[in-house]
């Protein structure tokens, strides 16, 4: 089960994601990432991972899609920490040969 609420606020608006990030739901969320991003008004667009307890490969396939389209991550905890370094190694990776 995955589950997305929208915060809208002054200066961002927050996608708070909670649950699992697996197939099929990793593709909702870059839908509903790409939906936030219709209208920021000048905002930043921010997903708050904090309380994903499961990350599949098709899900960190969708967080690094997410990162090389500059969307901003927040965490905390070892889990979501450290998948979010293993994400970022992976995108400076592929940077770093194309």
Same mark, same amino acid.
């Not at 197939?23 to 991972?49: F, H, Q, S, T």
């Given at each position: 089960?995955?589950?997305?609420? !929208?915060? $809208?606020?002054?200066?961002?608006?927050?996608? !708070? *994601? +909670? #649950?699992?990030? *697996? =197939?099929?739901?990793?593709?909702? /969320?870059?839908? =509903?990432?790409?939906?936030?991003? =219709? $209208?920021? #008004?000048?905002?930043?667009?921010?997903? $708050?991972?904090?309380?994903?307890?499961?990350?599949?490969?098709?899900? +960190?396939?969708?967080?690094?899609?997410? /990162?090389?389209? #500059?969307?901003?991550?927040?965490?905390?905890? !070892?889990?979501?920490?450290?998948?979010?370094?293993? *994400?970022?190694?992976?995108?400076? =990776?592929?940077?770093?040969?194309?």
């Amino acid at each position: 089960m995955l589950k997305i609420s !929208v915060v $809208d606020g002054r200066n961002e608006r927050r996608l !708070v *994601v +909670e #649950g699992k990030l *697996v =197939a099929p739901w990793a593709a909702e /969320m870059k839908n =509903a990432c790409e939906n936030a991003k =219709a $209208d920021l #008004g000048g905002r930043e667009l921010v997903v $708050d991972i904090r309380n994903l307890s499961v990350i599949s490969q098709e899900g +960190e396939n969708t967080l690094l899609g997410l /990162m090389r389209e #500059g969307v901003t991550f927040r965490c905390c905890g !070892v889990f979501t920490k450290e998948i979010l370094k293993h *994400v970022a190694r992976r995108l400076h =990776a592929n940077g770093a040969h194309s």
